[in-house]
């Protein structure tokens, strides 16, 4: 998911990352920078690619992001 790069989001995005792979373990969360705007990827296990659809949900409604396949 790709946000704008508004001051602050990005170690939002890190902050996030951090608590939902203490909650989260079975899915690995990564904050990035593409071309200036920060990235959070949340990447499902090998072969089971159906565990990180209920997180897009999630992060898609009311959002402002882009969502890469």
Known sequence: MSYE???GV???LADLAAAEQTCCP???WTVT???G???LRV???AGA???V???AAVFQAGADATFAQ
């Open 5 to 7: 790069p508004c001051p």
């Open 10 to 12: 990005r170690q939002e």
């Open 26 to 28: 079975f899915v690995t």
């Open 33 to 35: 920078e593409v071309q």
């Open 37 to 39: 705007r920060p990235v």
């Open 43 to 45: 990447t499902a296990p």
């Open 49 to 51: 690619p159906e565990v």
């Open 53 to 55: 659809t209920p997180i």
